[in-house]
């Protein structure tokens, strides 16, 4: 069951960059779409779009998303590998 583990996150880790961060080709950069208290976009832009270091910006500039991120990725994981289970049960009744 753990040995599913590392394929099934590949996902999750895109689906967060394309929710918090617009990855400008001609630059090379990711912006950052996360709205601030005072109703302004955070726009910062992160010279990469590696998904650990915009997590990194996550962490230490948006503790909220952060936080909200990593238990949605905890619950999809979760899901994934139930419905896995539930497929791998499935196959063997019949
Ligand atoms: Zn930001």
């Known amino acids: 069951m ?8 590949q996902p999750d880790i895109i689906k967060v960059k394309v929710k918090y961060f ?14 601030l208290s005072n109703r302004k976009t955070c726009s ?11 997590k990194n910006h996550l962490k230490n500039h948006h ?10 990725e905890a619950e999809e994981t979760a899901a994934k590998k139930q419905r896995m289970q539930a497929g ?3 196959a063997k009744c019949y």
């Open 2 to 9: 753990g040995r599913l583990k590392r394929q099934l996150l």
């Open 22 to 35: 617009l990855y400008d080709e001609q630059k090379r950069r990711s912006v950052c779409q996360i709205e």
């Open 44 to 54: 910062v832009s992160v010279a990469t779009k590696n998904p650990t270091n915009l």
């Open 63 to 72: 503790r909220a998303e952060y936080e909200d991120l990593m238990s949605r």
């Open 88 to 90: 791998i049960v499935a």
